[in-house]
C-alpha cells in the first residue's frame, strides 16, 4: 500500500526558512516523480513543483521559482521542499504527490501545515 | 485567476446526475491529458480520473470523465450525499512547464 508522510511545517517569520520532508513507502520510490501541491486557507489546489525519478530533471510554478527547491534521497526513499525567503502568502497546506507518468498524481500525503506569520 | 476555468459550484438532488466542466487551451488541454481529483477538508486529495477517462481501480463507474478539444468534462450520476466536496481538474501545461489545476468547483447535494 503506498503511503506518503509529510513533516516539517510549523510556524516561520517572513523572510526566514523551513524544509519539508516526505517519508514514502509501498512502491519502488526511485521509479517515479513525485510532486509538491499545497492548498493556502479558503483556496483551491495550487501545483508547487515537481522532481523527475532520478532528480535530474526538476520543474517549479512561478510564485516559487528562485525561492524554493525540489530534491530527493532515493537512498532514505524521502523527498524534500527547501523554502526559503518565506513569506505569509506562502501559509499553506503542503501535500506531496506521487506521480503516475503523465503529471497525473494518483497518491497524496495528509498534508503538512506551514504558517508564515510575524 | 486559474490557467484552467471550472464553475465555482454545481448542485443537483441525491440520485440525479452532475457534470464539471474544466475550459484550458491548446498549451494545456489541448495536447496533454487531464485529471480529475475530489477533495473533502482535511484529507488528502483523491485522484478520480486519469488520462482523460479512465478510472483508478476502487474508483466506481458512476463516475467518468471526457475530453473533447480544450475541454473536459468530469461526470458523477446517481449522486449521494458522500459526494459533496470540492472537485478539481488539472493537466500539464506545455508553455508554462507545469502542472495546473482549475480553480475547483464545490458539489453540493441538495
Known amino acids: 500500500q503506498v503511503q506518503l508522510v509529510e513533516s516539517g511545517g510549523g510556524v516561520a517569520r517572513p523572510g526566514r526558512s523551513l524544509r519539508l520532508s516526505c517519508k514514502g513507502s509501498g512502491f519502488p520510490f526511485s521509479a517515479f516523480g513525485l510532486h509538491w501541491v499545497r492548498q493556502a486557507p479558503g483556496k483551491g489546489l495550487e501545483w508547487v513543483a515537481v522532481?523527475?525519478?532520478?532528480?535530474?530533471?526538476?520543474y517549479y510554478a512561478d510564485s516559487v521559482k528562485g525561492r524554493f527547491t525540489i530534491s530527493r534521497d532515493n537512498s532514505k526513499h524521502t523527498l524534500y521542499l527547501q523554502m526559503n525567503s518565506l513569506r505569509s502568502e506562502d501559509t499553506a497546506v503542503y501535500y506531496c504527490?506521487?506521480?503516475?507518468?503523465?503529471?497525473?498524481?494518483?497518491?497524496w500525503g495528509q498534508g503538512t501545515l506551514v504558517t508564515v506569520s510575524s | 485567476q486559474s490557467v484552467l476555468t471550472q464553475p465555482p459550484s454545481v448542485s443537483a438532488a441525491p440520485g440525479q446526475k452532475v457534470t464539471i466542466s474544466c475550459s484550458g487551451s491548446?498549451?494545456?488541454?489541448?495536447?496533454?491529458?487531464v485529471s480529475w481529483y475530489q477533495h473533502l477538508p482535511g484529507t488528502a486529495p483523491k485522484l478520480l480520473i486519469y488520462?482523460?477517462?479512465r478510472r483508478p481501480s476502487g474508483i466506481p463507474d458512476r463516475i467518468s470523465g471526457s475530453k473533447s478539444g480544450t475541454s473536459a468534462t468530469l461526470g458523477i450520476t446517481g449522486l449521494q450525499t458522500g459526494d459533496e466536496a470540492d472537485y478539481y481538474c488539472?493537466?500539464?501545461?506545455?508553455?508554462?512547464?507545469?502542472?495546473?489545476f482549475g480553480g475547483g468547483t464545490k458539489l453540493t447535494v441538495l
Open positions: 488539472a493537466t500539464w501545461d506545455t508553455s508554462l512547464t507545469a502542472v495546473v
Open positions: 522532481i523527475s525519478d532520478d532528480g535530474s530533471n526538476k
Open positions: 488520462e482523460n477517462n
Open positions: 504527490a506521487k506521480d503516475m507518468g503523465y503529471g497525473e498524481l494518483d497518491s
Open positions: 491548446s498549451s494545456n488541454i489541448g495536447n496533454n491529458y
